[in-house]
């Protein structure tokens, strides 16, 4: 018997219904009952009427002004140079900018680049006024808080001295009495320095208060008594210690600039540039070296056992064609750089160079350079200086 295929009928009522086949895919299988998904149309975008060119600068304006506020109260700020305190490591007129931020006292967080002050590091500090002459601080260039000055750290908290076998923790404060009024000079409190003198400074114990006492002139001595072996004192006195030397000027002021370096530490010594000024063109017919300008001399104290490096350099010219001259440096009167410097300046006016130096070792004390000058012909202008480097 032979069998049928067998055939689904549609009750009455019922619609066929087709699928159409479609490809498979993965993403069929992760959207929602294996339908394609459809992403909604994005909504317009919201029209902003544009910026007007002067609301872009004020709103620039304002975001600059804000961080150079920010930045110039916790982490840098510009100064300017005022004085030659520094030269030649910085001269007047520098701009600066300063790092506020890495100076902090103790410990700080592990993350931020603070230390403590060093020796040797060069701070800007607000001036804090001086008592000992309070006329100085009318000084429009010189108002206490307001100016800010440039120095090199000498001494720190926690350096020390050894008085008579006895080492002492200077104080915070400094040494008492370092002034140039109302002092101790030979041993005698109350004192006023004399104008244009050097000392030497000592420091003794004044009932527990470690006291300067100025002496004048450069006697010292090496002590040999037991306990103090090796520290420098006044000749025989144990007790005093020598700190340094100053040479007083005709105010019987402490000076300390380029062309004055007339304060001087025993301790911690460093290299010290000293620079005169330019003669600016001062003229000489003589054939032999002579003073060009005192304006131009270079004063200086030194240690005995210190050498110092000195110098001229700089430009001259000749009234006459090809004409030569010759600069040298005096030091505390007639002398000279080994055969001097010699420069055959060319045509008439054209200038030729005038630069030497010279290393000598000076006695202990206080001294002059001066620039000197020389033709070997017609008429020559200069245009040099002095220099020195000495240590203290």
């Given at each position: ?7 689904n009928k549609?009750s ?10 479609k490809?498979f895919s993965?993403?069929?299988?992760i ?6 998904k459809?992403?909604?149309p994005a ?21 600059t002004?804000?961080?150079a506020?920010f930045?110039?109260t916790?982490i840098?700020q ?6 030659g305190s520094?030269?030649?490591t910085i ?7 300063v790092?506020?931020f890495?100076?902090?006292?103790g ?24 008592k ?5 601080d009318q ?17 720190i908290?926690?350096?020390?001295i050894?008085?008579?076998g006895v080492?002492?923790p200077?104080?915070?404060a ?5 002034a140039n009024?109302?002092v101790?000079?030979a ?6 320095l004399?104008?244009?003198t050097?000392y030497?400074i000592?420091a ?9 006492n100025?002496?004048?002139g450069?006697?010292?001595a090496?002590?040999?008594t037991?306990?103090n072996v090796?520290t420098?004192?006044?000749p ?5 210690t020598l700190?340094?030397?100053?040479r007083?000027n ?8 380029a ?7 025993w ?5 010290i540039d ?8 001062a003229i000489?017919?003589s ?14 104290l030194?240690?005995?056992e210190?050498a110092?490096?000195l ?5 001259s010219?000749?009234s006459?064609d090809h004409?030569v001259?010759?600069s ?16 055959n ?9 005038n ?13 002059t ?6 033709v ?5 202008s200069?245009?040099i200086?002095?220099s020195?480097?000495i240590?203290?």
């Amino acid at each position: 018997m032979a069998s049928n295929p067998t055939t689904n009928k549609l009750s009455k009522g019922e619609t066929e219904t087709t699928t159409e086949a479609k490809p498979f895919s993965f993403s069929r299988l992760i959207n929602r009952n294996g339908h394609d998904k459809h992403t909604p149309p994005a909504p317009a975008p919201v029209q902003v009427p544009p910026k007007s060119v002067w609301r872009e600068y004020f709103e620039s304006a304002v975001v600059t002004v804000v961080m150079a506020l920010f930045g110039m109260t916790f982490i840098v700020q510009a100064v300017k140079v005022p004085t030659g305190s520094m030269q030649n490591t910085i001269t007047i007129g520098d701009h600066l900018l300063v790092n506020k931020f890495i100076f902090a006292p103790g410990a700080s967080l592990p993350f931020l680049p603070q230390r403590e002050i060093k020796r040797g590091d060069i701070i800007v500090f607000k001036y804090p006024g001086n008592k000992y002459e309070p006329d100085r601080d009318q000084r429009p260039d010189n108002t206490p808080i307001l100016t800010n000055y440039v120095k090199r750290v000498i001494g720190i908290p926690g350096d020390r001295i050894k008085i008579n076998g006895v080492i002492y923790p200077i104080p915070s404060a400094g040494i008492a009495g370092l002034a140039n009024t109302s002092v101790v000079v030979a041993s005698t409190p109350g004192q006023n320095l004399a104008a244009s003198t050097t000392y030497t400074i000592f420091a003794f114990n004044a009932g527990g208060v470690i006291t300067a006492n100025y002496i004048a002139g450069t006697s010292h001595a090496t002590s040999a008594t037991a306990g103090n072996v090796g520290t420098e004192i006044y000749p025989a006195a144990d007790s005093m210690t020598l700190i340094g030397m100053v040479r007083t000027n005709a105010s019987s002021q402490f000076v300390d600039t380029a062309a004055n370096r007339s304060v001087l530490s025993w301790f911690n010594r460093r290299n010290i540039d000293a620079r005169g000024a330019n003669t600016a063109g001062a003229i000489t017919v003589s054939t032999t070296a002579v003073a060009l300008t005192a304006a131009a001399n270079v004063l200086f104290l030194t240690w005995g056992e210190e050498a110092v490096a000195l110098g001229v350099e700089g430009t001259s010219s000749s009234s006459v064609d090809h004409g030569v001259n010759g600069s040298n440096i005096y030091l505390d009167g007639p002398g000279q750089l080994p055969q001097g410097v010699l420069c055959n300046c060319g045509g008439i006016g054209a200038f030729g160079s005038n630069s030497g130096s010279i290393c000598v070792t000076a006695t202990e004390g206080f001294h002059t350079i001066s620039p000197m000058g020389y033709v070997l012909g017609g008429t020559g202008s200069f245009y040099i200086a002095c220099s020195a480097m000495i240590r203290g």
